[in-house]
């Protein structure tokens, strides 16, 4: 159904380029406006834990839609009809088995070697690094240490610090942060519990999915395409082989025949 929706919409876009060709050019700059306006609009997400609630929220172009948690029904708002079910068609049955008809599903039969395996995933890691780096609009760490054990709760404070300390370099080489940065850590003896809050904010652009998509797609097809052409050799290799044994075989047989033969000559003779 898809293939014959997009051969009607070609065969339609070459009758308007040959008999309204002003129309086409003005329809083919508008899909390609669209295209660059959805692969470089920015979109990203917005994710916090504060005070133990957890917010979850998707955003585009500065526009936000809350996802966790939903936001309650507007009482004034009449609820919404329930459409009846459709009934679902029953699948025809044979005759003879009464047994349902399915399409059997044609499998894609790959044999990995470990060498096809390491550049598969070679190439998946270099094309993920095409992917370029994600826009940190905000991010927020509160982090206060407790227990009930103060050596503990001072070790693990150090140890957080530490981690921060070192993970601070590696995400400026990885993130683009254009927002503000608010890390505080602290420490509480009275509490019993440690305290954390967060917040970040991310954004990224289709464009950068879609390049990325792409790397990983043309290399792992590169590994694909030798991975069959090895298997179709080893078949023929191994076909070839089959009928050269078959063909032996016979000729041995043969030879058996005529010994025999030979042999029964000679006991008459």
């Not at 839609?65 to 009449?78: A, E, M, R, V």
């Not at 792409?214 to 082989?241: D, M, P």
Request: one cysteine or more; a positive charge.
């Amino acid at each position: 159904m898809i293939a014959w929706i997009a051969l009607g919409a070609l065969a339609a876009l070459v009758l308007l380029f040959i008999f309204l060709p002003v129309v086409a050019w003005i329809l083919v700059g508008l899909v390609l406006l669209i295209l660059a306006v959805v692969l470089f609009v920015p979109i990203g997400a917005d994710v916090a834990y504060i005070g133990g609630e957890f917010r979850l929220a998707a955003r585009m172009d500065g526009f936000a839609l809350q996802l966790i948690p939903k936001k309650p029904p507007d009482p004034n708002k009449p609820p919404k009809e329930k459409k009846p079910k459709k009934e679902k068609k029953k699948k025809e049955k044979t005759a003879e088995t009464g047994a349902e008809e399915k399409p059997k599903k044609k499998k894609l039969n790959l044999s990995f070697t470990k060498e096809e395996i390491f550049e598969l995933v070679k190439k998946a890691l270099h094309g993920l690094g095409k992917f370029g780096k994600l826009t940190v609009r905000r991010f927020m760490l509160h982090y206060v240490a407790a227990g009930e054990d103060p050596y503990n709760t001072v070790v693990l404070f150090n140890y957080v610090n530490a981690a921060l300390s070192t993970l601070a370099p590696v995400c400026a080489r990885k993130f683009r942060i254009t927002g503000s940065v608010d890390v505080r850590t602290d420490v509480d003896f009275a509490a019993d519990k440690m305290h954390v809050d967060a917040e970040v904010s991310v954004t990224l652009r289709l464009a950068q999915v879609v390049h990325a998509a792409l790397a990983v797609a043309f290399g792992a097809l590169g590994v694909l395409i030798k991975n069959r052409l090895r298997l179709w050799k080893e078949a023929r290799l191994a076909k070839k082989s089959g009928a050269a044994a078959q063909e032996n075989e016979i000729q041995s047989d043969s030879i058996d025949i005529e010994i025999q033969a030979e042999e029964r000559k000679d006991s008459h003779g």
